[in-house]
């Protein structure tokens, strides 16, 4: 994924309210390596009908547990980033999970990678309010390589 890309993005307007009204934006994402290849981060533009916003994705690998670790640290607040989302590699699949808040009450966030090509590669990020029994995909993107 190391590169530059052009994101079409799929967004869910509300989070866990039963919405099915979703809205299409487009962006770009550069990512490169960090920490000999053990870590990356990406620099992130997002064009949604709101306002346009950066943001950054940091990423971290740990070879003695055969974990990644993934952070977002949002431009519109960027004094505040987000749990770290971990996980691995199973099956081209990539599955990362945390505890995380929403509106006051604790959640399950999950992100997904897969579809991963030298040209194209897919990411969602899913909420669940029940533990994880039941998930809203609540994010979909869709990159291509720039």
């Not at 996980?87 to 999970?97: A, P």
């Not at 991963?116 to 998930?135: H, M």
Request: charge should be neutral; include cysteine; charged fraction near 20%.
């Amino acid at each position: 994924m190391i590169g530059s890309w052009r994101v079409k993005h799929h967004r869910l307007k509300e989070r866990l309210t039963g919405s099915d009204a979703w809205q299409d934006f487009e962006g770009t994402c550069v990512m490169q390596p960090l920490m000999g290849g053990v870590g990356n981060v990406d620099d992130n533009w997002l064009d949604i009908p709101s306002g346009p916003y950066s943001a950054v994705g940091l990423r971290s690998y740990d070879p003695k547990n055969g974990l990644w670790a993934i952070w977002w640290l949002d431009g519109r607040s960027p004094h505040t980033i987000d749990v770290p989302v971990k996980g691995n590699f199973q099956d081209g699949v990539g599955t990362f999970l945390a505890d995380d808040m929403l509106r006051g009450k604790p959640v399950k966030l999950r992100f997904q990678w897969s579809a991963i090509t030298a040209n194209s590669a897919e990411w969602r990020q899913a909420l669940s309010a029940d533990g994880g029994k039941t998930w809203e995909t609540n994010w979909v993107m869709h990159f291509t390589r720039a």
